[in-house]
Each structure stands twice: as C-alpha cells, then as structure tokens.
C-alpha cells in the first residue's frame, strides 16, 4: 500500500457548535424589583421613612402637622455592549454559518453583566441626595466569616436581621440568598443540621431547589466577590434591589460595507442597579478553597 494514501484522505468539519459550560441566564433579574424603560443617565426611586403616631391628649386640640421623611436613592445606567464579525468566506471553509450562536453568546455575556451589576449593588455604595453622600452597607448588617464555611448558624443570623429591621415575610418581603457549590457542600457537612435540613442541602447540591429553606429562595451564583480565600455570599429582599433598564438587550445582525459586506454581529443594552434600603441587604462572609 502506497505511503503516500494519506494524501487522500478528507478532514470532516462540524456542522454545528457546542457551548462551552457558562451561565447563560440572569438569575438574579427575576429576584430583585425591575425599573424599565428609564431615559437619562440614571432614576430618582423615592423613599419615604417611618412616621410615628402621638397619643391624642386633649379635646378639640388643633390638627398635627407632622413633616413626612423624605429620602432619594439613584440608579444610574451604565452601557454594556459586544459585538463580533463573520467573515462570509469564512462561513464557506466552515460549510456552516455562526451567526445565531454569535448572538446566543453575546446575549449570554449581557446576562452575566446584569447579574454583575446587581452583585456589585449588593455590598457597594448607593448613590443618594443626602449631602450628595454615597451610602455604604454598614456593618451590622454584615456577617462574620468567623474561619467557617456557610453555617446553619450564619443563616439563622441573617433571618434574625430581616427580622428585626421587619423586612422578611411578615411584612410581606420576598426574602432571596446566593451560594456557590462550595457553599452547599459546607451546608451538607454542618453537625447542626436535622435530617429536613440535610434534605434541604441535597436540594442545593444537586440543583434541584424547591420552594425554601429557612425562609429563604437559593439562587445560584459563583459570580459573588471572591478573594481567594473568603468568599461574599448576600441575602436580600426583592423591594430592597432595583435593576434599572434604559434598554434592555438588543441585538443586530447586518452587512458592514466598510468590511467587505461581512457579517456584522452586535449586541448592546443600557442597565444599573441599585441597593434601595441597607436594612433589607445581609452580607455573608463565608471561607472558600481557590
């Protein structure tokens, strides 16, 4: 047989594309309050503080005027864009055309970006009219990572804040909390867990939640800050989070005359987010192996 066969044989190429393992969706959107369609570079969100009621101690006395407290938080858009291009020559040596799953990926990237602008919310400064000051997450409402993992103990801490600043369920909150996989295997191995509680960290593990957990909805995410060894889990009500939208994720596929009519493949959106009320934020610091 001739050495030199090899010569004649035929390289296939793929017909398709496969998506490397990523997070294709937001998953934080659907947990925090949405403010669309916002014109400008950012949105006011009006807040009113608590009054207090006086004891009514004599007869015919004048009507109270009391002043409402007043306060401002903004949310201010940031732009978020990629793009690619395709080059049709190339679509043919290929003998498949990309363009859809361009798009797929693009849409993928904007995704995580939403979810990166809420994380950086969660524990950064909020922007407010009180002397122009940027309002910090104070520290109590943040929890020790204490050299332990993410504990039955951590958790039942933070429901106790939601508790008492009276933002958990009782007043009608939606109460959510991020973990990563290293965070439901330190649940799994923590002694204090009853046998539901176990059940309950098996959920996580395997990526099957349903319902709640000590009050809580679990969201998946390992796009919280991360140091290399401590790790920033946040727990949070949906009213105290705003995603602000000036335009959502758009995409546009078209000929680029000033490139040899190739392929242009673009993907853009205009969003920020917020951290309405401290009291409704609980920051969890946790340990975790690189």
């Not at 030199?4 to 793929?14: L, S």
């Not at 060894?229 to 000033?258: C, F, H, N, Q």
Request: proline share 3%; with cysteine.
């Amino acid at each position: 047989m001739s050495f030199q066969i090899t010569e004649a044989f035929v390289q296939q190429f793929a017909d398709n594309f496969r998506h490397v393992a990523q997070q294709m969706t937001s998953r934080l959107e659907r947990c925090v309050s949405i403010e669309p369609n916002i014109v400008g570079m950012s949105k006011s969100v009006n807040r009113l503080g608590q009054r207090t009621a006086q004891r009514r101690t004599q007869r015919h006395a004048d009507t109270p005027i009391n002043d409402q407290p007043h306060s401002t938080r903004f949310v201010d858009l940031f732009d978020w864009d990629d793009g690619d291009m395709i080059d049709d020559l190339d679509k043919v040596r290929m003998l498949v055309d990309p363009t859809s799953d361009y798009v797929k990926a693009m849409v993928a990237a904007l995704n995580r970006a939403k979810d990166d602008e809420i994380i950086a919310a969660f524990g950064g400064g909020s922007r407010s009219t009180q002397a122009g000051a940027v309002i910090q997450l104070p520290n109590t409402q943040k929890i020790a990572v204490g050299g332990t993992g993410l504990t039955k103990a951590k958790i039942i801490q933070a429901r106790k804040l939601f508790r008492k600043n009276e933002a958990d369920n009782h007043a009608g909150e939606e109460l959510f909390i991020t973990y990563t996989a290293q965070a439901a295997a330190d649940i799994l191995a923590d002694t204090t867990l009853t046998s539901a509680d176990y059940l309950a960290g098996r959920f996580l593990q395997e990526g099957d939640v349903e319902g709640k957990w000590m009050g809580f909805t679990w969201v998946p995410s390992e796009r919280t800050p991360y140091d290399g060894a401590t790790r920033r889990l946040y727990a949070w009500t949906k009213s105290g989070m705003i995603l602000g939208k000036g335009k959502d994720i758009t995409t546009k596929v078209g000929e680029d005359p000033g490139k040899g009519f190739n392929t242009r493949v673009y993907a853009k959106m205009a969003v920020g987010a917020v951290r309405v009320e401290e009291e409704k934020v609980v920051e969890i610091s946790v340990t975790e192996a690189a």
